[in-house]
């Protein structure tokens, strides 16, 4: 079994054996031995093997080119050169697989869509091997922050006969072939089925039991949109907690948002430093703001006007009842307040219909949390517990009640003020490590025209 060893060098005392397996990013060849910089894939930095002519293995030196996997063994010794602590003297070298002159990713830049082609080839680049190791930190780090607060991890339907959102852009599961006559019961299900939008109302039933649960897995969205924030297939992060109103709700996903920005400042640093330099310069700054300072809290019809009287010339047009866009969102936190900001008591018209109907009439109890560089990172509410209200807001949508019976049913026994919220997993690392395009913080994107690797 390989193990990475990269990642523990910083604390490293010489050793008389060391063995390394990874990969070639580059080689230099001279009369009587060759440099090799090799990378396993659990650290930005690589190590420079020293293969001296002669040593077991270095007959397939002419053989080892960018891209070659290899192993080596010899000595971890104080490096001569600048640049890098450690190098490796090697007594024994094999070469596992070669790679030939095709091999796309030699020692040059490569735009992001040059590198979205390649999607099997990519992790081995600084950029990806530094989004993914962040992508598996920060999974680890919202597990850690429910678990140590006591919630219950559960596993949400994947294959759904319910519209969470009630936007219909949802991917039909069907067994029946294209073009059938046949009627919905006689399908698999008995019934339309569909890939989940979210698991939010599955996840309150079990919060309904259990006290404070959260989800976290895939979420599928046949939304038409090519836009850099959009993507077909994406992850979502839902806590819900029984007997929580909208206050505790907005307390909890702010300290949620704190401690990821703390997890990536202390447990992420080489990759949050590349992240800074070579894609952008203010994230850490706009991270250690998240980490330390107070987040804004304000009403929507407060953030419309403040939007209303900045002056401020936006492609969208600012409309009380509306929803606010990214632009908007962007300037309240970068600009306005210059920080983190809570908007709350959306106008019920342009929210679903499952959020508490606040005593105006009007509003209903929601909020989102806005970070700078991003706009909406998390969107929540308390959800409506009161029945007659839940029915009320039912018909509202033209939603059949017949089809959501199990939902309306928790408010018939033991119902209970609830509240929760969602995350969109890559969403928060847009945002943790400043790359602007969604398709390029998930291994594998699924985007409209494009089902690759």
């Given at each position: 079994?390989?193990?990475?060893?990269?990642?523990?060098?910083?604390?490293?005392?010489?050793?008389?054996?060391?063995?390394?397996?990874?990969?070639?990013?580059?080689?230099?060849?001279?009369?009587?031995?060759?440099?090799?910089?090799?990378?396993?894939?659990?650290?930005?930095?690589?190590?420079?093997?020293?293969?001296?002519?002669?040593?077991?293995?270095?007959?397939?030196?002419?053989?080892?080119?960018?891209?070659?996997?290899?192993?080596?063994?010899?000595?971890?010794?104080?490096?001569?050169?600048?640049?890098?602590?450690?190098?490796?003297?090697?007594?024994?070298?094999?070469?596992?697989?070669?790679?030939?002159?095709?091999?796309?990713?030699?020692?040059?830049?490569?735009?992001?869509?040059?590198?979205?082609?390649?999607?099997?080839?990519?992790?081995?680049?600084?950029?990806?091997?530094?989004?993914?190791?962040?992508?598996?930190?920060?999974?680890?780090?919202?597990h850690t922050f429910f678990q140590e607060r006591?919630?219950?991890?559960?596993?949400?339907?994947?294959?759904?006969?319910?519209?969470?959102?009630?936007?219909?852009?949802?991917?039909?599961?069907?067994?029946?072939?294209?073009?059938?006559?046949?009627?919905?019961?006689?399908?698999?299900?008995?019934?339309?089925?569909?890939?989940?939008?979210?698991?939010?109302?599955?996840?309150?039933?079990?919060?309904?039991?259990?006290?404070?649960?959260?989800?976290?897995?895939?979420?599928?969205?046949?939304?038409?949109?090519?836009?850099?924030?959009?993507?077909?297939?994406?992850?979502?992060?839902?806590?819900?907690?029984?007997?929580?109103?909208?206050?505790?709700?907005?307390?909890?996903?702010?300290?949620?948002?704190?401690?990821?920005?703390?997890?990536?400042?202390?447990?992420?640093?080489?990759?949050?430093?590349?992240?800074?330099?070579?894609?952008?310069?203010?994230?850490?700054?706009?991270?250690?703001?998240?980490?330390?300072?107070?987040?804004?809290?304000?009403?929507?019809?407060?953030?419309?006007?403040?939007?209303?009287?900045?002056?401020?010339?936006?492609?969208?047009?600012?409309?009380?009842?509306?929803?606010?866009?990214?632009?908007?969102?962007?300037?309240?936190?970068?600009?306005?307040?210059?920080?983190?900001?809570?908007?709350?008591?959306?106008?019920?018209?342009?929210?679903?219909?499952?959020?508490?109907?606040?005593?105006?009439?009007?509003?209903?109890?929601?909020?989102?949390?806005?970070?700078?560089?991003?706009?909406?990172?998390?969107?929540?509410?308390?959800?409506?517990?009161?029945?007659?209200?839940?029915?009320?807001?039912?018909?509202?949508?033209?939603?059949?009640?017949?089809?959501?019976?199990?939902?309306?049913?928790?408010?018939?026994?033991?119902?209970?003020?609830?509240?929760?919220?969602?995350?969109?997993?890559?969403?928060?690392l847009m945002f943790v490590t400043g790359v602007?395009?969604?398709?390029?913080?998930?291994?594998?994107?699924?985007?409209?025209?494009?089902?690759?690797?």
């Open positions: 079994m390989r193990t990475p060893v990269l990642t523990a060098l910083s604390s490293q005392a010489p050793q008389d054996s060391i063995t390394v397996c990874g990969w070639v990013r580059t080689k230099r060849d001279s009369k009587t031995f060759s440099f090799l910089e090799i990378n396993d894939g659990s650290c930005l930095r690589g190590i420079q093997a020293v293969v001296d002519a002669g040593v077991p293995g270095s007959e397939d030196l002419p053989k080892i080119t960018t891209g070659a996997s290899v192993q080596v063994t010899g000595r971890l010794v104080a490096s001569q050169g600048q640049g890098q602590a450690w190098e490796i003297q090697v007594t024994a070298l094999t070469l596992t697989g070669p790679a030939d002159e095709s091999y796309p990713l030699q020692k040059k830049g490569h735009s992001m869509e040059f590198l979205r082609q390649i999607g099997h080839l990519r992790a081995r680049s600084n950029l990806f091997g530094a989004v993914f190791r962040t992508r598996s930190r920060m999974a680890f780090a919202v006591g919630f219950v991890y559960v596993h949400t339907p994947i294959i759904t006969a319910s519209d969470c959102e009630g936007a219909g852009e949802m991917f039909r599961v069907t067994t029946l072939p294209q073009g059938s006559a046949a009627k919905p019961e006689e399908d698999f299900f008995g019934k339309p089925s569909f890939l989940t939008v979210s698991g939010q109302l599955e996840a309150e039933t079990l919060a309904c039991a259990l006290g404070s649960v959260y989800t976290f897995g895939p979420a599928f969205r046949a939304e038409n949109s090519n836009t850099s924030r959009h993507a077909a297939e994406f992850w979502m992060i839902e806590p819900e907690m029984a007997f929580c109103d909208l206050q505790g709700d907005m307390d909890m996903a702010e300290e949620q948002m704190r401690y990821l920005a703390r997890v990536m400042l202390a447990q992420c640093a080489e990759d949050l430093a590349f992240f800074t330099k070579m894609v952008d310069k203010g994230l850490t700054d706009r991270l250690k703001l998240v980490a330390e300072q107070p987040f804004k809290r304000v009403s929507y019809r407060e953030a419309v006007d403040i939007l209303l009287s900045s002056g401020q010339e936006f492609e969208f047009p600012v409309v009380h009842g509306h929803n606010l866009q990214s632009e908007h969102e962007r300037y309240l936190t970068e600009k306005h307040f210059q920080c983190p900001v809570i908007v709350f008591n959306y106008p019920k018209e342009i929210k679903p219909f499952y959020m508490r109907q606040n005593d105006d009439g009007e509003t209903v109890a929601a909020m989102d949390v806005l970070v700078p560089g991003i706009g909406e990172i998390i969107g929540g509410s308390q959800r409506e517990e009161r029945p007659e209200r839940l029915r009320a807001a039912m018909e509202h949508h033209q939603l059949r009640e017949e089809d959501y019976w199990w939902y309306a049913d928790l408010r018939k026994y033991g119902t209970v003020p609830h509240a929760g919220y969602g995350m969109g997993f890559e969403r928060l602007s395009n969604i398709r390029d913080v998930i291994p594998f994107a699924r985007t409209p025209g494009t089902a690759d690797f």
